[in-house]
């Protein structure tokens, strides 16, 4: 069975710092996808990247970047200099499988507080 | 604009009753999904659709249904035997993946199911 982990419930931070969630997955899959969204007080989830289990190279955009190592199954995201329109609750997921459109593993979710 | 549109956006049900929710997509999608939110929880998924007049069961499908009779549309019907149905309901779509591809999921506004 897959499963994924973001041990983290709540993070407060101060605008401007740098914060850190993480993502613990696991699969016997050895062809997976792994997901970050982001879900601001709307509701409505925003993609945020996708990486592919082949593919452990990190991946910076703009302020956000993300760390993926296969050899402890995690999928770390990174804001740096934190603002507080990054205020969300975001989310880590896994594909189900290699192929297909079969759905997502979410975790429970990291709840992000930018202070001002 | 292409997107997804969820209807209504807060919906109220006397217990016992069953309910349809809406959701539409216009952005040529073939696979769709149901998922369901429960507060501080990850989404779990309830059903998915990769073509027309065929879908599978999710985590959860039990006390739901689902029908696919238009690329565009994938109402899902909570009915009378989910046990505990208030939650946030989140439908998606996303282009099929060829070979071991796996795209990502684009999310509609949800709705809010309350069940008094």
């Known amino acids: 069975a897959q499963k994924v982990t973001q041990a983290q419930t709540e993070i407060s931070v101060v605008e401007k710092e740098d914060v850190t969630l993480d993502c613990v997955y696991e699969?016997?899959?050895?062809?997976?996808?792994l997901f970050w969204y982001k879900q601001p007080p709307s509701g409505e989830l925003v993609f945020l990247i996708r990486r592919n289990s082949f593919d452990e190279q990190n991946e910076i955009s703009g302020r956000y970047s993300w760390n993926f190592q296969k050899s402890t199954s995690s999928f770390n995201f990174t804001i740096t200099a934190s603002q507080v329109v990054d205020s969300a609750v975001y989310f880590c997921?896994?594909?189900?499988?290699?192929?297909?459109?079969?759905?997502?593993?979410f975790g429970k979710g990291t709840h992000l507080i930018i202070q001002p | 604009d292409g997107g997804i549109t969820q209807s209504p956006k807060y919906l109220f049900r006397k217990e016992g009753q069953n309910v349809t929710l809406s959701c539409e997509q216009n952005l040529n999608h073939d696979a769709m999904y149901w998922y369901r939110q429960d507060p501080g929880q990850g989404l779990r998924l309830i059903y998915y659709s990769q073509i027309v007049n065929d879908f599978q069961k999710g985590d959860i499908a039990e006390g739901y249904s689902v029908s696919r009779e238009k690329k565009e549309s994938f109402p899902l019907t909570v009915t009378s035997a989910q046990k505990n149905p208030t939650a946030f309901y989140l439908c998606a779509s996303s282009i099929l993946g060829k070979g071991s591809s796996y795209n990502e999921q684009f999310f509609g506004p949800g709705t809010r199911l309350t069940v008094l």
């Open positions: 699969t016997r899959d050895t062809t997976y996808y």
């Open positions: 997921a896994l594909s189900h499988s290699g192929g297909g459109a079969d759905g997502l593993t």
